[in-house]
Structures are given as C-alpha cells and as structure tokens.
C-alpha cells in the first residue's frame, strides 16, 4: 500500500499522476483476474487513501477520460470492503473450485476467528472441550488453507530488481510523551 502511494506521490505532473493512478489501476484488476486478493486490495486501499483522494485535479481528469476506469476502481472497492463481514468478497471466493491458484484476503479470516475466540468458551462445563467452537476454527482456516492451485508465472529480474529497490517512503509520527 505505501508503494503505491509513494509511487503516485512521486510523481511530478499531472500526466504522470493520471499515467500511474490508471495503470494501477489496471494492476489491480489483473490481480483480481489472478485471485491475488491480497494484492488488489492492497491496491484499492492505497487509491482510496486520503493521500491519493485529495488528488482533485486527477481524479477529476480520470472521471473526465477515462470513467470506465473509475467504475472499475469503485468494483474493486465494493468487492473488498469489509461491509456485511467482507459479503462480496466471500461469494466471490466461495465458488472457486480448490485447485484454484488463490491469494485470498487474510483479514476477514482474522476477523472471524477473533470473534469466535472472543465470543465461544475453549472449554465448556467440567473443563470438556468445546469441539463446536474448535471446528468452527478449522473451517475459518480452511477458508485460507483449501487452495492448492499453483501459479504458472515466469519472473521478470527486471520488474523484480525495480520491487526491490523501490523507494518507499513511511512515515512515522511520534507523539511526545
């Protein structure tokens, strides 16, 4: 996410902020393509940022140009937003068969197994263990686990050399204390 961000944020003019905010993009829409869930909402994330967003003149320029785009973007947004505990997200993933190569979104995993530790006891009356809760857990990482498809993707030492020397600018706030 901050890759991306970082990327758009470098960038020096207007031209170039449209040129990357449309190939990325186009990025997450071929990781969707690709089941790489993770990715394409890693993606989404940084276009929605508040940094990103505050781009007016470029987003205003996408909207005016390329509004399929957009539309694209605001699909993309739908199917990995957390509304209705990741709804969209978990019908698109449900379906897809086990031998699928797949990099689903760990988060509403988390979420769901957070829950269930925080809601259902590990032991029930007279220390017994509560087997519900532990196959409801199992079926949680199932949801993670039950892909075993593999992916056919040659490397590029190009692309691979730029990933790793990307600049990526975090920024830390510190609080006085």
């Known amino acids: 996410t901050y890759w991306v961000t970082t990327e758009i944020l470098k960038a020096t003019n207007l031209k170039i902020i449209v040129d990357l905010i449309l190939k990325f993009i186009d990025?997450?829409?071929a990781l969707l393509e690709l089941r790489n869930f993770q990715g394409m909402v890693s993606i989404t994330n940084s276009l929605n940022s508040s940094s990103i967003s505050k781009l007016k003149m470029a987003w205003d320029h996408i909207n005016k140009s390329a509004k399929s785009?957009?539309?694209i973007l605001e699909d993309l947004t739908k199917l990995s937003s957390p509304l209705a505990k990741y709804k969209d997200y978990r019908e698109k993933v449900k379906n897809l068969d086990n031998c699928t190569p797949c990099i689903p979104l760990i988060h509403p995993v988390c979420a769901s197994l957070a829950s269930l530790e925080e809601v259902l006891p590990t032991y029930i009356e007279d220390n017994v263990i509560n087997w519900s809760k532990l196959s409801k857990v199992a079926s949680q990482i199932w949801e993670?686990?039950?892909f075993t498809g593999q992916y056919d993707i040659t490397p590029v030492p190009s692309i691979q050399?730029?990933?790793?020397?990307a600049e990526v600018n975090l920024i830390f706030f510190s609080f006085p204390l």
């Open 27 to 29: 990025t997450a829409e």
């Open 161 to 165: 050399k730029y990933l790793i020397e």
């Open 144 to 146: 993670v686990k039950r």
């Open 69 to 71: 785009k957009k539309e």
